[in-house]
């Protein structure tokens, strides 16, 4: 009992094999489904689980174990505050169909039960990473960044800024530009006319690999794009 492991995610799984038994041979394949550390959110001054990218920033700049270790007076906990709300803003829902059935002693038959269906909401922004502490903190601190378009300007008092579209502060026009205007863009191979994203769908109850592609090969932009790269 003295070495209990503490800060640590880690499982103790002890095995008995039942010598009688001539089904299984060798030591079984063990997987888990973890979710991440309890979090402190300001906005209701509770720590729990979340994979909020914002409340996420602040645990890791704030802990001095695995991060920054900065003191909570050196946190901008308004501006996390933006931030977590920014990421927590719902822009779609994924629906779910669970089909059950069970054999039925009197019917000597499987009975299929009505499907269950179920929609879960998707934010705009979720962290969900593992950290190496053997990495610097300031490139922690840029990855968890990237996973809400955050940005972490130098200051005494740190607070994330998400980088969206705005409302211009300066517009130029020809009565302010003196020189000529020049505009680069990509070469053809690395402009992308389709996505492909794999991803361990969590819909999924044991987590299996899906893909998702953007825009569909027969939608009308998928289209556009081909017409226009000619």
Known sequence: ???????LCYAYIGLQQDKNQTIWSGEPKITARIRGKHVYDPRTNTT??????????????TNSIYGAGLPESRIDDAKIIAAANNCDTVIDQVKSTVTRSYYDDELKQYVTLPPEVSFTDVTKHTCNLTIDTNE?????TKIILNTFRGLLPPAYVLGPIVEEAGSPTFTFDDSNIVSDVVIKSPNLNQRFNRVTVRFPNETSPT???????YPASDSAIYQQFLDEDN
């Open 48 to 61: 729990q689980y979340s994979d909020n990218p914002a409340l996420c920033l602040r645990d890791y700049l």
């Open 207 to 213: 987590y299996d690999e899906d893909e998702a592609f």
């Open 136 to 140: 610097k903190v300031f490139e922690n």
């Open 1 to 7: 009992y003295e070495h209990r492991l503490n800060g």
